[in-house]
């Protein structure tokens, strides 16, 4: 069954998702921040309201994924901001992130050199949101 | 992030100024190291630039490499259709969006190849390791001609001087 998008399922879902990953898992060794996902609003696409994707993630496990206020997403050690179309495109794989950001249509906050060593981790953090179906509200 | 954006012509003059080096031992404060010399940098130029000062400011041994580097060195990301060139001079560096004429080594590669090349590790000698899973991917995209890198050949200890600067390892 779908899941509706950046909904508080759909975030326990991507949770189960990262810890069953061996790939994450031995990527993102010794990572020890929290990463926030900003979902920015798009009415057009029935996306009304900015929400925030708040990722305790450490050491290669997804300690916990809560769905908030776009501003609790920006208090993390990094944050990543896009609108909801973009974030869609990235997880139906339209879109790879790393040439996202490199475009500046993800916009990342935080520091670089981090980030960028944990790039596998990234993707693969990506793919997790691909493994289980997500209603998305402007194709409902 | 300290960032300053130039304009061509205040990137010209901006040579006119002491290298970081000279500037360090006479006592002046850095804010600066890298530089944009478009108003508006593109997202890639703000990374690449964003990195290596990061990469620079917490790494002595790559601010040696960083204060001894002159070169324009120019990356292509063939698959976004974007680039930029690096402009290293002793302690400086502006980055310009697009390539810029007069380049010492031009890379093209996919962007996911770019982010790999930050990834090299440094081994022995301050040489890039490429007998790791990310170095052999490197090389094996250089074979296979998806990693392409113009200057290469007279310019291998420049090659590895920026590659020193760029790696986060």
Redesign the interface.
């Known amino acids: 069954m779908a899941i509706k998008a950046f909904s508080a399922e759909w975030a326990d879902q991507l949770k189960d998702e990262v810890n069953k990953s061996s790939v994450y898992k031995a990527a993102a060794k010794g990572w020890k921040w929290t990463v926030g996902l900003v979902v920015e609003a798009e009415p057009d696409k029935h996306f009304p309201e900015a929400r925030g994707l708040v990722m305790d993630l450490f050491d290669g496990e997804a300690r916990d994924i809560k769905v908030g206020a776009a501003a609790d997403a920006q208090k993390c050690d990094f944050v990543i901001t896009a609108p909801y179309s973009r974030w869609k495109q990235v997880a139906k794989l339209e879109l790879?992130a790393?040439?996202g950001?490199?475009?500046?249509?993800l916009?990342?906050k935080g520091?670089?050199?981090?980030i960028?060593?944990y790039?596998k981790a990234s993707q693969e953090l990506t793919m997790c949101t691909t493994r289980f179906q997500t209603e998305w509200p402007d194709e409902s | 992030m300290a960032r300053r954006k130039l304009t061509a012509e205040a990137a010209k003059n901006e040579s006119l100024l002491p290298s970081g080096e000279r500037a360090r031992e006479r006592g002046v404060e850095e804010r600066h190291l890298v530089a944009y010399a478009s108003k508006e940098p593109s997202a890639f130029a703000e990374m690449l630039g964003g990195l290596i000062e990061a990469n620079v400011r917490a790494h002595p041994d790559k601010r040696k490499d960083f204060d001894a580097l002159i070169a324009r060195v120019g990356i292509w990301v063939t698959d976004i259709d974007e680039g930029v060139t690096l402009v290293f001079d002793a302690g400086r560096l502006t980055v310009y969006n697009g390539l810029e004429p007069r380049r010492t080594i031009t890379i093209r590669a996919e962007a996911e190849t770019v982010m790999s090349l930050s990834n090299l590790k440094i081994g022995i000698l301050g040489l890039p390791v490429y007998y790791d899973e990310v170095g052999r991917g490197v090389a094996s995209k250089l074979v296979l001609g998806r990693l392409k890198i113009d200057g290469l050949l007279p310019n291998i200890a420049t090659l590895n001087r920026v590659t020193r600067i760029f790696s986060v390892h």
């Open positions: 790879d790393t040439k950001m490199l475009q500046g249509k916009k990342l520091d670089l050199p981090t960028v060593r790039t």
